[in-house]
């Protein structure tokens, strides 16, 4: 269990029942209340692991989404971010199932290093970072989303 990553789950969804309750704790799965705000204990926790350098698996549209397109993220995403003392950077490679086709795109970490200073000396506050933070990653998204399905087209 050391190694597998926590992830935040909407209460009404997963914890529903006892079966359910025990098979998504089991999981390292978060109960987090949709609507609850980014001050919620859900996010204290996840914070909390992310601190401990535990990785988090996070939906940051905070919904269910059966589109293609990206729905612009959450501003938890951004707090998370803004008050890790470490930057949630994987460090470890991921391995894929053999005979099945797949195609990952990467890019490099964000840094928020700039952002985050003015952040803490005053100059910007707490709102417009987590906006900000929100933003970087929506858009560093967007980019992957298309260089994913050009790679896809090109059967790279």
């Not at 209460?11 to 529903?16: A, D, H, K, R």
């Not at 840094?111 to 933070?133: H, P, S, W």
Request: charged share 20%.
């Amino acid at each position: 269990r050391h190694r597998t990553r926590w992830t935040l789950g909407a209460q009404e969804i997963c914890f529903t029942t006892p079966k359910l309750s025990n098979f998504f704790a089991l999981g390292q799965v978060i109960p987090t209340i949709r609507g609850a705000g980014i001050y919620q204990p859900a996010m204290n926790f996840a914070l909390e692991r992310l601190n401990e350098g535990k990785w988090i698996h996070i939906f940051p549209e905070a919904k269910i989404n059966q589109t293609t397109e990206l729905i612009y993220f959450k501003w938890g995403i951004g707090r998370l971010i803004m008050e890790s003392i470490n930057p949630p950077i994987r460090d470890h490679t991921w391995i894929p199932l053999f005979g099945k086709n797949i195609v990952i795109v990467y890019g490099d970490p964000i840094d928020f290093k700039d952002v985050l200073i003015n952040y803490r000396a005053g100059k910007t506050d707490e709102a417009t970072v987590r906006i900000i933070v929100t933003s970087i990653i929506f858009n560093t998204m967007t980019k992957l989303k298309k260089n994913s399905e050009l790679l896809e087209v090109k059967k790279i």
